[in-house]
């Protein structure tokens, strides 16, 4: 289980094609993740996500511990069967909710403790308490716990901060034992210190986790920053292992990063846009709300072949977004998602077909409104 | 066009079972409609609906009128082609919206002049607007503008009121040229008054309708009153043509609605239910933000065969209420409408087979909670 083959590499860039076995099905890579927070991707159906291509989702640790408590999501058979979902799953640690969400949070060596942003009520998450709840939710890739370092962190900081996350990342390694069914990834911290990330990721590979992730990017630094911390990283993570970028999707994110050698992606961005009437066009963000398009009769992209621009014009989902209706999220995040989906199928045959470059470039060329 | 053939009178009540041809397909009655105020049923896709079974929805003229506007509907190719759907569609008039949404309205033999709810802005609607744009909007049932009376309404001012709306009823059909296309029902009003309703019926009756309605019913009375209105009223309206009760979905009304002769019912009960939580199991409502269901792994009701019920647990969905997924709206929805939806069916085949009464008796005895 868990065997990850490299089917192709780019010969001019360190792209690759790749294809993950979990207990819950095959991944093939590059592959973006749609995130379900809390244990749904807003509002999209799970058919609907299977029928847009969706290979596997993420979903939050932090978010499901607090509720509806990892109690239930046991005693229900695990997360898959809770949320009506029978394809891969990936659960983050919690680290980077703790600490983008939860107010007067303390870190420690034994772990971080905080207060709940729902009610407040007080938790500690330790690593070992981290891999316990990924256990009980039954995912099949499992986070290890890491501090997400704030931008800008000053260099000492960012190097106890990390020393810190190996050590957390050895005692999440010794507490998971399930790896029969559930497989654990490495992050590599370091902030935007290149340096610190090299050694991460270093001592890492030495513990020998099943996959490994790039950490605390995307966090308010210039992209060029996070592109200089992904080429930094790359050469030490073993080419037979998947990458994971986490939290970053924006389209052209999604192109450097798997030029870049990164194999997963997630963001949270195709559905929050929707829920703002934003929707991918033409590798574009375009603003449904916009009078523009009160009579416009045309499907959002009119290139896409999904559900929705298939059946319904941009002057309807203007409508829809004005009058504050819920299909006008179900239905541009159903787009975006498969926008980006379609974006990653093309790229993956692209590198295939020895295209990398020139797929890339027609993107980036067509992307510059949304980098 | 429009031919309401009666297939079968119940011997025992005055049920009847029939099938209305639209345009866009016939109908099967007794009928529960789901309503889609803004050209759209709220969290339900249209191939949903489908899958649920509903053979009709309707629609709001007040608020389609306001927005999207509607020159934008007739540009888009009429209603069905705007919102995707294409199985027959009502629309109502607005005047119902008028006296329950809008501000500062003033009627006058002329119409009802109003504030839009949403911007302020004035409008008047004249019966010879209410159909110029339902025309536009080219819903294949169409209904004739009235006065919505309140409750309670003393008899003179009701007398008045009833007389005008009279007048309207001929106005709007002299108004509407459509007739091959669109059907227009009247809509007998008459506050609580059993004589002005029934003088009402029959000068409708006179002017030929394709349809009748009752409107301005379920606005405040005892439902005692309701049931008194329907029962003094049928005996007037013609058994050759379609009996629509306006605004009125809850599962006993809709049987003893049927019982008394009713062949169609519209409500918003089911989809705003299910955004507050609600929904419906062995004919009782059910709130599933209560803690009783946190750790139930049992589907909303264990003799439903919808998809919903088929695949999710109260537990799940009690988390999606509890942490305000848009998914917990779709989902109650979907199950809502279906539930309404297969009552109706079951109530059909127990007229055609002669156990209207048992069938009644048997949903009365389970719905004491949700009369």
Not at 76 to 84: R, T
Not at 189 to 216: N, T
């Amino acid at each position: 289980m868990f065997e990850y083959k490299v089917i192709k590499e780019c010969s001019k860039t360190k792209a690759r094609v790749g294809v993950l076995s979990t207990p819950h099905g095959e991944i093939r890579t590059p592959v973006f993740m749609p995130v379900g927070t809390q244990a749904t991707v807003k509002g999209v159906l799970p058919e609907s996500l299977k029928e847009i291509g969706a290979q596997i989702i993420l979903s939050n640790t932090y978010h499901l511990y607090l509720r509806p408590g990892m109690d239930i999501v046991r005693k229900a058979g695990g997360l898959h069967k809770f949320m009506n979902w029978d394809r891969p799953i990936l659960t983050d640690s919690g680290g980077y909710q703790v600490f983008s969400l939860s107010d007067r949070r303390k870190i420690s060596e034994e772990g971080v403790e905080f207060s709940s942003h729902i009610d407040g009520s007080k938790h500690i998450f330790t690593p070992e308490k981290a891999v316990e709840i990924q256990n009980a939710l039954g995912s099949d890739i499992i986070m290890a716990l890491d501090e997400c370092i704030a931008y800008p962190a000053d260099y000492e900081y960012a190097k106890k901060s990390t020393e810190r996350t190996l050590r957390w990342a050895k005692r999440c390694k010794e507490a998971h034992q399930n790896t029969e069914k559930q497989a654990l990834f490495g992050i590599v911290q370091g902030g935007m210190h290149a340096d610190l990330r090299i050694e991460c990721a270093k001592r890492l590979v030495e513990m020998d986790f099943v996959g490994y992730a790039l950490g605390g990017l995307s966090v308010g630094e210039p992209k060029e920053l996070l592109y200089e911390m992904i080429a930094a990283t790359e050469p030490y993570l073993p080419k037979e292992k998947p990458r994971y970028l986490m939290g970053v999707g924006s389209l052209d994110c999604l192109l450097q990063g798997t030029v870049g050698g990164i194999d997963m992606f997630d963001c949270v961005m195709q559905t929050r846009m929707a829920r703002n009437g934003a929707a991918f066009a033409k590798g574009q963000r375009i603003h449904l709300r916009n009078a523009q398009y009160s009579e416009d009769f045309s499907p959002i992209d009119d290139e896409c072949n999904c559900y929705v621009c298939q059946n319904y014009t941009k002057a309807y989902l203007r409508h829809l977004v004005k009058a504050n209706e819920i299909l006008a999220s179900m239905l541009i995040s159903y787009h975006n998602i498969y926008y980006t989906i379609q974006l990653m199928e093309g790229l993956r045959q692209a590198i295939l077909e020895e295209r990398t470059l020139e797929y890339v470039d027609k993107y980036f060329c067509l992307t510059n409104a949304i980098k």
